[in-house]
């Protein structure tokens, strides 16, 4: 970790401590009593820092590491330097991320861009908006009519929050947000840059030209969902936009009207889903997926990067490609077209044949 970091520590732990917390089993010789104050690759880590390595490719950066303690598994306890405090566990990086938690604890959600205690003199909260305990508002954010903030949530510099929305407890809404007409539970956190209840994207095609559909729904966001920045979801048409409890959606995803998203989710930047898409529990849509109306995608259900998904996908499969299949048939394919390629480069360079 370089010397200078945005994000304050909020604890140092000792080997004992780290060891209570992430289950790991101190290897011989470890001091129990050393403290470390920050978290760092084993290649830059310093004697106060916490590293793990839990790959073969950082072999060779585990040997000269500097590190004051190490998380990792037995297969490579052997490789530590003498002087480090070794704690074996078996999943090092779930270990070390639960260390890291404690740490750096501030770095989990948004944080106030001013510094901010209470309602900045700089915000504009309509007198009907009720506002709980705690509630942060920075400078030029705007909340609107009969607009509700749950207990300690953060609403960040040039955030809007429109008329009659509600918002959970604890909840973060980054700078330059707009959430419309939206329901939010507790614990949400919408990165900066988000744009949540727009309009659907709704009209009646025809020669002569195109008639806006009104889209009178919500959206609806259950507890502990996180939303990357500058991602959008639009409201329901004539129902509400769903997402489910935990699901995690990245930076720069598209969530169209009418989409039910389920339970522990994960959307990879990117992905787009078109109006009245529904997602199943426990769905991991890779990278640049794109979803055409109507689908469902089963629970437990993958799709790979750049997937385009045009029927339903069963629960637990794992699909790819353009048109995605079954994860198996894409692949043969895939070998297919490439040895029928190489089959007429062979023959391109063998050159037309004699007469």
Same mark, same amino acid.
């Given at each position: 970790?370089?010397?200078?970091?945005?994000f304050?520590?909020?604890?140092?732990l000792?080997?004992?401590e780290?060891?209570?917390?992430?289950?790991?089993?101190?290897?011989?010789?470890?001091?129990?009593?050393?403290?470390?104050?920050?978290?760092?690759?084993?290649?830059?880590a310093?004697?106060?820092?916490?590293t793990?390595?839990s790959?073969?490719?950082?072999?060779?950066?585990?040997?000269?590491?500097k590190?004051?303690?190490?998380?990792?598994s037995?297969r490579?306890?052997?490789?530590?330097?003498e002087?480090?405090?070794?704690?074996?566990v078996?999943?090092p990086?779930?270990? +070390?991320?639960?260390?890291?938690?404690q740490?750096?604890?501030?770095?989990?959600?948004?944080?106030s861009m +001013?510094? @901010?205690v209470?309602?900045?003199?700089?915000?504009?909260v309509?007198?009907t908006?009720?506002?709980?305990?705690?509630?942060?508002?920075d400078?030029?954010a705007?909340?609107?009519p009969?607009?509700?903030i749950?207990a300690g949530t953060?609403?960040?510099?040039h955030?809007?929050?429109g008329?009659g929305?509600r918002?959970?407890?604890?909840c973060?809404?980054?700078?330059n947000? @707009?959430? @419309?007409h939206?329901h939010?539970?507790?614990?949400?956190?919408?990165?900066?840059?988000?744009?949540i209840?727009q309009?659907? +994207?709704?009209?009646?095609?025809?020669?002569?030209?195109?008639?806006?559909?009104?889209?009178?729904g919500?959206v609806v966001?259950?507890?502990?969902v996180e939303?990357?920045?500058?991602t959008?979801i639009?409201?329901?048409?004539?129902?509400?936009?769903?997402?489910g409890?935990?699901?995690?959606i990245?930076?720069l995803?598209?969530?169209g009207h009418?989409?039910?998203v389920g339970?522990?989710c994960?959307?990879?930047?990117?992905?787009?889903?078109s109006?009245s898409?529904t997602l199943?529990? +426990?769905?991991?849509?890779?990278?640049?997926?794109?979803?055409?109306?109507?689908?469902?995608v089963?629970?437990g259900?993958?799709?790979a990067?750049?997937?385009?998904?045009y029927?339903n996908?069963?629960?637990?499969?794992?699909?790819?490609?353009?048109?995605a299949?079954p994860k198996?048939?894409?692949?043969r394919?895939?070998?297919a077209?490439?040895?029928?390629?190489?089959?007429a480069r062979?023959?391109?360079?063998?050159?037309?044949?004699e007469?």
């Open positions: 970790m370089t010397e200078f970091s945005f304050a520590r909020a604890a140092d000792s080997v004992a780290i060891a209570a917390l992430t289950g790991a089993e101190p290897c011989e010789g470890a001091d129990l009593s050393r403290r470390v104050s920050g978290i760092a690759p084993v290649d830059q310093t004697a106060t820092d916490l793990f390595v790959e073969t490719k950082f072999v060779a950066s585990l040997q000269s590491t590190a004051g303690v190490l998380l990792t037995e490579f306890v052997r490789h530590a330097p002087g480090v405090a070794v704690l074996r078996r999943k990086y779930d270990a +070390f991320v639960a260390v890291a938690r740490i750096y604890s501030g770095a989990l959600r948004p944080a +001013f510094d @901010t209470g309602v900045s003199p700089g915000a504009m309509h007198p908006a009720q506002l709980g305990a705690g509630v942060t508002v400078p030029f705007v909340i609107g009969s607009a509700t749950g953060l609403i960040g510099a955030a809007v929050i008329p929305v918002i959970g407890s604890d973060a809404i980054g700078a947000c @707009t959430v @419309t939206s939010l539970g507790d614990r949400v956190v919408i990165h900066p840059g988000c744009d209840g309009d659907g +994207f709704g009209y009646l095609l025809s020669a002569e030209g195109h008639t806006k559909v009104p889209q009178v919500s966001i259950h507890d502990d939303i990357g920045s500058g959008r639009d409201r329901g048409g004539i129902r509400d936009t769903v997402i409890e935990g699901t995690k990245d930076n995803c598209q969530i009418n989409c039910i339970r522990h994960i959307i990879v930047a990117q992905s787009g889903l109006g898409v199943e529990d +426990f769905v991991v849509l890779g990278p640049r997926t794109g979803i055409i109306p109507h689908i469902t089963g629970k259900a993958i799709t990067s750049r997937s385009t998904i029927e996908v069963p629960a637990g499969q794992f699909w790819g490609g353009f048109p299949k198996k048939q894409w692949l394919e895939v070998v077209l490439e040895r029928l390629a190489a089959q062979k023959k391109s360079d063998d050159g037309p044949p007469a």
